[in-house]
């Protein structure tokens, strides 16, 4: 998942980490009587519990972010906090139950009565649909729409950047086209997935992959309807399935969600659809942003990146019972596309270089940042061993003589140039730029700074040609799980069919047979103890290419306003809270 929140992403991303905080961490608990506020919060009081439970509805619940989502389109959408938020107006088969923690990454029933009839094979999934459930407008929600939503994800070349799973599983030939090239008179040629009644809806595999049902709890699986499809503009006001609907969107600058009269809520055992609207507001200043929810004039940030620098000691010093520090799940990482640094020895030189400590220091040391992270694989994902440190980033500092003589053997004794490009909304992701371009002065590799809209990710660093013609050697992002297996996690990071041409994830341009072999061997892998062996020898392969450094295990420190209610951290959603069942005291 992409990070921003993408993670996502992050989005979307979609699973985080299965052991959150310990409540003994930082405070711990409820925190000690320093730590308590004067109505009950506490600090790290809603981490993997519930504070302040209520079922009350009413009121305006305040969301305020510094970063556009990539796509407010359930197939196009692949920040984490996007995934978050887009609860609140899509629903799926089967989606994350509403509980704190760890379990919170239990599928449930959603639309579906269940989560599914499996064949013994593994190769057949048959979902019936509720009674009851319906559109914005009354229709009621059929299969035919929910396979319509989901050969969407088809159409890269009109709705490109989320994530592709379901195609390399349905369609793992690429013989379908998409609804918008279907030649069939009801756009429905995609012959994997089975109607044979407005209720009923027939999966069929060509191969066994079991992450499948992990796949249709994400926002891509998600229904839509022919008669409201815009194509590219979707994302603009998606047409609701969920509890709330679209009133208002001016992009970069606000979103207005308020009730959906049509949705039943007896059908619906996950969302609690409290307040009465919803309300996002961007701003382009970070710091003003956490001086607003500090103010109260907001509740809660969208993104979920964790308030700044220059806000943390302020909210950890005066407001600490509004402030809870989660583990999220992400690796923050910088990755070097291999189009515009091709030889693996100045990859590695970059990496010597680098003083991770330094970097960890930039996103905001082990409380703030997290835990230096030494390979690509967080803890959630079995194969994963945080002591690996193949170039020793552990020690905290950088390795100048191995970096220098990888420079020779790469033909670059005296250094070279290139460019860091950053998103120019994420003063963390700056500063992170700027701590590494510093580091690598040491060895004469000049790396300028080139930040970009945030807001315009999928068709900058998300495109090839551009990062090619940009000359971006160094990228700053970030990745949380797709879902807690090394497919969820590293496949679209490293499996060549993932490489796009807008709305790319593989930002390293990686193309080895070798990893996508193995990765072809671990879906097929029923024992998920057996499937993180070969998972451990993809990131041990990774690491050898020299195409990522990883900088920290990432933990937030995140703000909730005080009229909040129903409170809680979930694995489910990288460790932030769960919008859809939020509430607010007016």
Not at 125 to 136: I, P, Q, R, S
Not at 283 to 303: C, F
Not at 308 to 322: D, F, P, S, Y
């Amino acid at each position: 998942m992409n990070t921003s929140s993408r993670r996502r992403i992050a989005a979307g991303a979609l699973l985080a980490a299965a052991t959150m905080v310990a409540t003994t961490a930082c405070g711990g608990g409820n925190g000690s009587d320093k730590d308590k506020g004067t109505s009950g919060l506490a600090f790290n009081g809603a981490v993997n519990k519930v504070l302040n439970a209520s079922d009350k509805k009413g009121g305006e619940l305040k969301f305020i972010g510094t970063q556009e989502s990539d796509s407010w389109d359930p197939q196009r959408g692949y920040y984490g906090f996007m995934w978050d938020f887009a609860r609140y107006y899509t629903r799926q088969l089967i989606s994350y139950k509403a509980a704190p923690g760890a379990e919170s990454t239990e599928l449930v029933p959603d639309l579906a009565t269940d989560t599914g009839k499996i064949s013994s094979d593994g190769l057949t999934y048959t979902f019936t649909l509720k009674d009851g459930v319906t559109w914005e407008d009354g229709k009621p929600i059929t299969s035919k729409d929910i396979k319509y939503g989901i050969e969407r994800t088809w159409a890269q070349d009109v709705i490109s950047g989320g994530p592709i799973y379901l195609q390399g599983v349905l369609d793992p030939k690429k013989e379908y086209k998409g609804p918008y090239k279907d030649k069939s008179a009801d756009k429905l040629g995609l012959k994997s997935i089975e109607t044979p009644d407005d209720k009923t809806i027939v999966f069929k595999l060509p191969k066994a992959n079991g992450d499948f049902l992990q796949m249709l709890a994400m926002p891509v699986a998600s229904p839509a309807r022919q008669d409201k499809d815009t194509g590219s503009k979707y994302g603009l006001k998606p047409f609701s399935s969920g509890p709330y609907k679209w009133d208002s969107y001016t992009p970069k600058k606000s979103i207005k969600l308020v009730r959906n009269d049509k949705w039943d809520a007896k059908t619906d055992t996950i969302r609690k659809a409290l307040p009465d609207s919803i309300s996002v507001t961007f701003s382009t200043n970070a710091d003003d942003m956490d001086n607003r929810l500090v103010e109260g004039e907001y509740d809660i940030d969208i993104n979920a990146t964790g308030v700044g620098a220059a806000a943390r000691q302020k909210v950890l010093q005066q407001h600490k019972e509004n402030a809870d520090n989660p583990q999220t799940g992400f690796i923050r990482y910088a990755v070097f596309p291999q189009s515009v640094i091709p030889n693996v020895e100045c990859r590695k030189a970059i990496i010597y270089a680098a003083d991770s400590k330094s970097l960890q220091t930039a996103r905001g040391g082990p409380q703030a940042g997290g835990d230096i992270a030494t390979n690509m694989l967080p803890p959630i994902v079995k194969g994963s061993d945080v002591k690996a440190d193949p170039y020793g980033k552990l020690s905290g500092k950088p390795d100048i003589a191995k970096a220098k003589d990888a420079l020779k053997k790469c033909g670059k004794p005296n250094g070279f140039k290139t460019t860091i490009a950053v998103r120019n909304n994420k003063p963390i992701e700056v500063a992170t730029a700027e701590s590494l371009q510093q580091s690598l002065k040491a060895v004469n590799i000049d790396a300028q700074i080139d930040q970009y809209d945030g807001a315009q990710t999928t068709g900058i660093i998300g495109s090839p040609k551009v990062v090619k013609d940009k000359g971006y050697g160094i990228v700053i992002m970030g990745w949380g799980a797709d879902f807690p297996t090394g497919q969820g996690f590293l496949q679209p990071l490293v499996d060549s069919r993932f490489l796009l041409d807008s709305g790319n994830n593989n930002y390293s341009e990686t193309k080895d047979p070798a990893i996508d072999a193995l990765f072809d061997k671990a879906l097929k892998e029923t024992d998920p103890v057996k499937a993180g062996e070969i998972y451990k020898e993809i990131n041990t392969k990774v690491s050898e290419k020299a195409i990522y450094l990883p900088f920290t295990h990432e933990k937030n420190i995140i703000w909730r306003s005080s009229r909040l209610t129903n409170v809680y951290t979930a694995d489910a959603y990288n460790g932030r809270y769960d919008y859809a069942s939020l509430g607010v005291v007016k």
